[in-house]
């Protein structure tokens, strides 16, 4: 039996298939406002997912052929917007500049003969390699660059050959007409002259790479960048180091010199360096920048701040004393002075003897969380930014106990940027400023606005009478030149070596101020395991080797900063703690 059923007649629309799939996306089956909204998400989504897909699509498409017809015309944009500022030291001498120089390129579309062009290519240009040269020109490419930066003299000889599809494109490249004598500084560039290192890469922060992206950074908009360095004064320091450190058979050898009024670095040098015309020596470990990138234990010059902590405490002064008659024992460890007095010391003479016995005593006295916020203040427990990238974190005890403040109280422990130690110091002989390094030029009422009061005026007049003091009776005599009112203090550190002080593996250091009751200047000298020999009579401590190195550089630096010579100088006393007694 057949079952006969009813089937309405079906109805007719004029719409289409794409109106009826919107239609479904909106409304659905049922007209259910959750459904709409679903509806309506799903087709956000899809407009989304199409609007993205086509920028996805886009930019792997100009990746694959960045270096073809569209990749010529960046490339020559590019060219064009990596021009950079001038730099110059403090006087207008040139540090870094820019030069016109050819390049070298193919479009590979419209050579004839890749294998000819390959072979008079590499006539001309013997250090490009043969196989990649005829890859690259065989690559069907618009436009590749064969070699960046080649002479007059090479682009006449190719231009000669004739090659049809072999171009030139005139860039700017980056030189440095002192070598290596600025290297720490200024830093370098890469072949597109942007700023990798150093102040170089500095001025890129500071927005140069978004003119250069811009296209708006042109040689005819920038002005010289003016540093705080005197080339001169740098030329002596290098030179005073490098002599230092093969004279005393170093590892390494360091030095700068700061304006402890502006905080203005006028000079700084780390041997080895590296040339940044050739940027690659900077990849080499030994050649980095000790003062900002490495951090080391300092030795006794770290006693300048602990002697100013007690004295800037209103809870001794000059005259009070500290038992120094036995070694100080502080649980299994044993504190002993190298120069040993066996006797009770005032304040001076702990700074004179460099009595690690006395300073410790007196840090202890002062108490642990004291003695702490009292580095913080100076700026001894945070990473020192400067314009310089290139900078280190203090390694800093996780636990800071008794035995922390003992030892870091004459310099080990605490390990800090050289500079960073040098700013510290620096604000105990300006009047008890902590003024922020800087590597471009600055007036001192400008230092002055962003300076910190960290100690009193009397405490750094104090600190200055204990410095010159030491380059009369103590370890900086050596330093002393005549004519120049010279203060100091040494620092001699045992490196660690595989977790434990070395006694042969030494850092020593000194810190100079000139004039000492005037301060202008102060003077850090740093070598890197010296060795002793029979003119050092067989030490091999700062005393013998840092203080007569940074005598030798103010001897040369002092009348180009217009330090003139005095002679018949009181001591002392008489020069610094009676006469501000009379000025008052």
Do not use: C
């Amino acid at each position: 039996m057949t079952a006969i059923g009813f089937t309405a007649p079906a109805k007719k629309t004029t719409e289409s298939r794409w109106q009826r799939v919107v239609r479904t996306l909106l409304y659905g089956a049922n007209v259910d406002r959750n459904v709409k909204a679903k509806a309506r998400l799903g087709l956000a989504i899809i407009v989304f997912v199409a609007v993205y897909g086509i920028i996805a699509g886009k930019l792997i498409m100009f990746a694959l052929i960045s270096e073809g017809h569209g990749g010529r015309r960046s490339v020559a944009q590019d060219a064009v917007a990596t021009a950079r500022p001038d730099i110059v030291d403090r006087h207008g001498s040139i540090i870094a500049t820019d030069v016109k120089m050819p390049s070298l390129f193919a479009e590979p579309r419209r050579l004839i003969d890749v294998d000819e062009a390959t072979e008079l290519l590499t006539a001309v240009l013997p250090d490009l390699d043969a196989r990649e040269l005829r890859e690259r020109l065989a690559s069907g490419r618009g436009f590749v660059w064969l070699k960046r930066e080649i002479t007059a003299t090479q682009q006449r000889e190719i231009h000669r050959l004739g090659l049809p599809g072999i171009g030139f494109l005139t860039e700017n490249k980056r030189v440095y007409p002192n070598g290596p004598v600025v290297s720490h500084q200024i830093g370098h560039v890469n072949v597109d002259n942007q700023g990798i290192a150093g102040i170089e890469k500095w001025l890129d922060g500071q927005g140069l790479a978004a003119l250069h992206m811009a296209g708006l950074a042109t040689d005819r908009l920038q002005k010289p960048v003016e540093l705080a360095l005197d080339l001169r004064v740098q030329f002596a320091l290098r030179d005073e180091l490098a002599k230092a450190r093969e004279k005393f058979s170093a590892k390494a050898a360091a030095g700068l010199m700061l304006n402890v009024n502006t905080g203005e670095i006028v000079a700084m040098a780390s041997e080895p360096d590296y040339d940044p015309n050739n940027p690659r020596e900077a990849n080499d470990p030994t050649r980095i920048n000790r003062l900002t990138t490495g951090v080391y234990e300092m030795g006794s010059t770290f006693k300048a701040l602990t002697i100013a902590m007690g004295l800037d405490s209103g809870r001794m002064g000059l005259n009070t004393t500290f038992d120094a008659r036995l070694p100080l024992r502080y649980g299994k460890f044993t504190i002993n002075d190298y120069h040993a007095q066996r006797r009770v010391l005032s304040i001076p003479e702990i700074f004179t003897y460099s009595s690690n016995i006395g300073t410790a005593r007196l840090a202890l006295s002062l108490g642990v969380d004291y003695h702490k916020a009292f580095l913080r203040k100076m700026g001894q427990l945070d990473r020192l930014r400067t314009e310089l990238p290139e900078s280190s974190e203090p390694i800093v005890p996780k636990r800071w106990g008794e035995l922390n403040t003992v030892t870091i109280a004459f310099g080990h422990g605490l390990s800090v940027a050289p500079l960073q130690a040098v700013m510290g110091v620096a604000a105990t002989l300006n009047g008890g400023l902590l003024i922020p390094p800087t590597f471009l030029k600055r007036s001192e009422d400008e230092a002055r606005a962003m300076a910190k009061q960290v100690i009193k005026p009397e405490t750094s007049i104090k600190m200055r009478y204990l410095m010159r003091l030491n380059a009369e009776i103590g370890s900086a005599k050596t330093a002393n030149v005549d004519g120049y009112y010279i203060g100091g203090k040494t620092g001699t550190a045992e490196k660690v070596v595989n977790g434990r002080y070395s006694k042969t593996k030494l850092l020593t250091d000194f810190m100079a101020v000139l004039p000492a009751d005037k301060p202008q200047y102060l003077l850090l000298i740093m070598l890197d395991e010296p060795q002793a020999s029979k003119e050092t009579h067989g030490y091999a401590t700062a005393g013998w080797n840092a203080a007569p190195t940074a005598a030798k550089v103010i001897a040369r630096v002092a009348p180009l900063l217009d330090i003139a010579p005095r002679f018949d100088l009181p001591n002392a006393e008489q020069s610094i703690l009676v006469s501000n007694r009379v000025a008052r």
